[in-house]
């Protein structure tokens, strides 16, 4: 009696596997009689791919850059924006503040627009003259006397006449090391000393609670405001009841031409 099998063998895989091993052996005989051959066929066939994936990766960073550098870019005008906003404001509140100064000033009798001024070309300047210190060419023949202020500006005090011959004057900044200038806070009206650093900077030692902010502006103590420095930025020590202040003359002092000296002569 004949009985048939549960299951055939499967010839079509075996038939693969026998395939796949002649494959295998007949691949590595041929890279061991042809090594260069192989490599050669293998470089031809990779390249166009490593190619695609350079490119492909390439652009993909150059995407990504362009999309950071845009938002990075929107980002600072909306800043820069917001900053010249915030300047139209300051300027337009200096303004009506000025004018009203003066017509306070023009009321009392006290102008002191009528002391002229006089133009004047700077000779020399640190390094050639003395630190925090100028040379200019006019002197006792223009009116100019010893301890006669000096301006950056209109509105811009930045030292005194401290020596002066007949025809050049030496300017003494403010700011000179460790000179001493009373001045006041703007903002609120509180008066301050500050301490020259040199290099038109100067500092305050205050207690921590003091009101004093980053673009704070101080002034000259007299009736016309005119500015001595502005804060641009505030040491606060943890450990310290103390903080210090840090202030500079508005303007790059050192690179100006011309100043104007107060003078005498009617």
Known sequence: MNYLLKSKPDRKNRNKIIFIIILFFALSLFSFLFPNLLRTIN???????????????????????????????IEENQSL?????SLKLKQIDYDILLKQNQDFKNLLGRNETSKSRVLSRV????????YDTFVVDVGSNEGILQGSKVYLSDNIIIGVVKNVTSQ???????????????????????SFTLVGQGGANFKIE????????????????????????????????????????????????FSVQYVFVESDTK
């Open 206 to 253: 205050v207690p921590k609670d003091t009101d004093i902010l980053w673009g704070d502006v101080f002034v000259y103590p007299n009736m016309q405001h005119y500015v001595l420095g502005s804060v641009y930025y505030i040491d606060v020590n943890s450990q310290s009841s103390f903080k210090t202040v840090y202030l500079r003359i508005p303007g790059n002092v």
């Open 123 to 130: 000779l020399s300047k640190p390094p050639y003259s003395p």
């Open 168 to 190: 050049t004057t030496l300017v003494e900044l403010f700011s000179s090391g460790s000179l001493k200038q009373e001045a006041v806070l703007s903002r609120t009206g509180e």
């Open 43 to 73: 470089y031809a066939i990779s390249r166009p791919l490593w190619a695609s994936r350079d490119t492909a990766i390439d652009s993909f960073i150059k995407m990504k850059n362009f999309f950071v550098l845009k938002n990075l870019i």
């Open 81 to 85: 924006e917001i900053e010249v906003q």
